[in-house]
């Protein structure tokens, strides 16, 4: 067990349909990362949060959101779903202390399936 | 824009001997480098990591080894075992600017026995 845990663990949904991911993080990490694996891809980087903003943004499609709650667990929103939205969606945390290497700790994932 | 390359989608190698897994990156302000494994229903795991004004990071059977100019970094287990069979990736970490943590598609190393 990493710590930071992520829910559902496995979801199928239609397309145009919308869903949410959560993500709690570890005990004392402020930052909150999303990251999506489509098959045979690497991570794809999504969005950072850092104790409730938003910190930096990566590939995130418009019809993608994500916020990260003053409990610091963060949601990650996806909607007007399409096929190619079919991925494993990872939430890693990080207590972010700067400088120094930021060591990532990644929940499980969620597998997303859009029929 | 793949910041963050591997090349080599698998590797094979024999239980005992040397596996060499490569990455090599375009941007040179990048500070620090990580390597992250995954086994299968797992999210990845912090390998090791090393600061861009190092050249070299040992820890264990795990080396990683940085050469700038070339803009390519490597890791080396020695001995492998079977245990270490997993999908690993590198990452490269921006931390002035615009933040950025990008990541590799991966080399899914298997050892054999």
């Known amino acids: 067990d990493s710590g930071v845990t992520q829910t559902p663990k496995h979801l199928i949904t239609a397309t145009g349909q919308r869903v949410t991911l959560r993500c709690s993080p570890r005990?004392?990490?402020?930052?909150v990362y999303w990251y999506q694996q489509s098959l045979d891809q690497g991570l794809q980087f999504l969005i950072q949060y850092y104790n409730g903003e938003e910190r930096a943004k990566g590939n995130i499609l418009e019809r993608f959101s994500a916020q990260q709650f003053p409990d610091l667990h963060s949601e990650l929103n996806l909607s007007s779903l399409e096929l190619g939205d079919s991925a494993l969606y990872f939430c890693?945390?990080?207590?972010?202390?700067?400088?120094?290497?930021?060591?990532?700790?990644f929940g499980a994932g969620s597998r997303l399936t859009v029929l | 824009d793949q910041q963050v390359k591997q090349n080599s989608p698998s590797l094979s190698v024999q239980e005992g001997r040397i596996s060499i897994l490569n990455c090599d990156y375009t941007n040179s302000m990048f500070d620090y480098f990580l390597w992250y494994k995954k086994y299968p229903a797992e999210g990845p795991t912090f390998l090791i990591s090393i600061s861009s004004i190092k050249d070299k990071n040992e820890d264990g059977r795990f080396t990683v080894f940085l050469n700038k100019s070339a803009k390519h970094l490597s890791l080396h287990i020695v001995p492998s075992q079977p245990g270490d069979s997993a999908v690993y990736f590198c990452?490269?970490?921006?931390?002035?600017?615009?933040?950025?943590?990008?990541f590799g598609t991966g080399t899914r190393l298997k050892v054999l026995a």
């Open positions: 005990s004392g990490d402020l930052s």
């Open positions: 990452a490269a970490l921006l931390t002035s600017g615009t933040y950025k943590y990008i």
């Open positions: 890693a945390s990080s207590a972010h202390r700067l400088p120094g290497a930021n060591v990532l700790t």
